[in-house]
């Protein structure tokens, strides 16, 4: 995970599927970009989470080619608020884990561009705090299903396709 240790990216749901998924699985849970303040941070320590303050983008890049998962688990507590995310895009780390060829399980990928086609690729999106640990153990359990990542996201993120979309003709 990379941002703000806070339970707005739910950051406090990661914490909680850990240790189901380190009593099936040799995993390591990195939190990258949190700091020391925030309301998380203290817990994620003591949860035996890497925990880093700030990085620079070019080691960023680092752990996110090594690593297996990207995870985005932000769920909403009525439906006005979730119905909201599907316009409000991917979000900048799950794009960058993408084009380092890093599946993303993650509910803002729901506003990714991509065909429903394409989704299948890239990731998972789990429907409710239920479906998290599955859609994760499934990205794990058969990473050769998400081997279009890159690929997905060059098509929709690299600068023309956003020029594209950007462009306002006069």
Same mark, same amino acid.
């Given at each position: 995970?990379?941002?703000?240790?806070? =339970?707005?990216?739910? %950051?406090?749901?990661?914490? +909680?599927?850990?240790?189901?998924?380190?009593?099936?699985?040799?995993?390591?849970?990195?939190?990258?970009?949190?700091?020391?303040?925030?309301?998380?941070?203290?817990?994620?320590?003591? =949860?035996?989470?890497?925990?880093?303050?700030?990085?620079?983008?070019?080691?960023?890049?680092?752990?996110?080619?090594? =690593?297996?998962?990207?995870?985005?688990?932000?769920?909403? +507590?009525?439906? =006005?608020?979730?119905?909201?995310?599907? %316009?409000?895009?991917?979000?900048?780390?799950?794009?960058?884990?993408?084009?380092?060829?890093?599946?993303?399980?993650?509910?803002?990928?729901?506003? %990714?561009?991509?065909?429903?086609?394409?989704?299948?690729?890239?990731?998972?999106?789990?429907?409710?705090?239920?479906?998290?640990?599955?859609?994760?153990?499934?990205?794990?359990?058969?990473?050769?299903?998400?081997?279009?990542?890159?690929?997905?996201?060059?098509?929709?993120?690299?600068?023309?396709?956003?020029?594209?979309?950007?462009?306002?003709? %006069?």
């Amino acid at each position: 995970h990379i941002g703000r240790f806070d =339970s707005a990216k739910g %950051f406090d749901t990661m914490l +909680d599927i850990m240790p189901a998924l380190k009593a099936k699985y040799d995993v390591d849970f990195y939190g990258i970009g949190g700091l020391k303040t925030d309301t998380l941070y203290n817990r994620a320590v003591a =949860s035996g989470a890497k925990v880093f303050e700030f990085m620079p983008r070019n080691e960023l890049l680092k752990y996110y080619s090594a =690593s297996d998962v990207y995870l985005s688990p932000k769920f909403y +507590d009525n439906q =006005s608020e979730a119905d909201s995310e599907k %316009f409000m895009g991917a979000g900048v780390a799950s794009v960058e884990a993408l084009g380092c060829g890093l599946p993303v399980v993650g509910t803002n990928m729901k506003g %990714f561009y991509a065909t429903p086609e394409e989704m299948k690729y890239i990731g998972e999106i789990p429907k409710t705090i239920w479906d998290l640990l599955p859609c994760i153990v499934k990205v794990l359990n058969h990473p050769e299903n998400y081997h279009r990542c890159r690929e997905i996201a060059m098509k929709y993120y690299s600068w023309s396709p956003i020029v594209d979309r950007n462009l306002v003709a %006069f």
